[in-house]
């Protein structure tokens, strides 16, 4: 093969990786916008095939067709997985992605079926993929929120894992004292095992009430336990709120999806994409 006719093909390949990225990951096209309302009806449907096969009288009615639907549907969403991967310039960026893992699981859990049984429920994983109607709608906005959400609870892990560490601490030591007071009296209260599960329902305000100190003493530490909840909810709260409160920028995201790895939510204003570094445009 010449020279010529090499790049004449990959040329070819390159208007077929832009043409099949514009429709599959650009939602601000009129074929980016019918694909995605295509593909959404596509898994909500594949989600109630799932749901009406849960259903004893129609899986004993229906079970064999909706058995045949969901591998045409199984079938249809691994083409549509294999064509976004051959859209971006490095499939192994987009692989790795958040949405790009959860278009394999929501396959996988079919093919599986074969092999072990029960996988097939799984299935419903797809729902996840649903969260892109952001991006058809336009709600970049909101998408924009849980990306600070996540990126401040990425900035506050290490104060929210000691937070938690002296929570388990505490706990502990409230229900080896719980044990202590009431064992003999109370067979709630039966084994450090037992009353620490006690501590951690009363400090975290669950209170289901299957426990409970009969004690004075006992009751005197339930107490303090019951305020101490109200810790558990407001440190948390407190050292989240100020990583958002850093975090938050006042620049809006576009719907421009990365042509090298397919990853979305950029600013406007971004030249590059945050993740690969690559040209948007």
């Not at 090499?6 to 939602?27: D, G, L, R, V, Y």
């Not at 960026?93 to 996988?108: T, W």
């Not at 003999?184 to 975290?204: D, L, Q, R």
Request: charged content about 15%; glycine content about 6%; proline content about 3%.
């Amino acid at each position: 093969m010449s020279e010529q006719e090499k790049n004449s093909q990959k040329t070819k390949f390159q208007s077929f990786q832009e043409k099949t990225h514009e429709i599959i990951f650009e939602a601000d096209t009129y074929y980016g916008k019918l694909f995605d309302v295509v593909l959404l009806i596509m898994i909500l449907s594949s989600v109630l095939v799932v749901m009406m096969d849960s259903v004893p009288r129609l899986h004993d009615k229906y079970g064999i067709i909706l058995y045949r639907i969901e591998w045409f549907f199984t079938i249809l969403f691994s083409v549509e997985y294999i064509m976004r991967l051959l859209a971006v310039h490095k499939p192994i960026h987009y692989a790795r992605s958040f949405f790009g893992i959860v278009d394999i699981l929501s396959v996988l859990p079919t093919f599986l079926s074969l092999f072990i049984t029960g996988t097939q429920v799984l299935v419903v994983i797809r729902a996840l993929r649903l969260m892109r109607i952001f991006r058809i709608m336009g709600l970049y906005r909101f998408v924009n929120d849980s990306s600070k959400i996540l990126s401040a609870l990425r900035s506050s892990s290490r104060k929210i894992i000691v937070f938690l560490t002296f929570i388990l601490l505490v706990v502990t030591i409230l229900g080896t004292m719980l044990y202590l007071l009431e064992s003999s009296i109370n067979e709630g209260f039966n084994s450090i095992p037992k009353s620490v599960y006690w501590a951690i329902v009363t400090v975290t305000t669950v209170g289901y009430g299957d426990i409970a100190p009969v004690t004075g003493t006992g009751q005197f530490l339930a107490a303090l336990a019951m305020i101490l909840g109200y810790a558990v909810i407001a440190v948390p709260t407190g050292i989240i709120s100020t990583e958002m409160f850093r975090e938050n920028k006042n620049l809006k995201q576009s719907q421009t999806s990365c042509p090298n790895c397919g990853c979305e939510g950029h600013y406007r204003s971004a030249v590059h994409c945050y993740k690969c570094g690559s040209p948007l445009h």
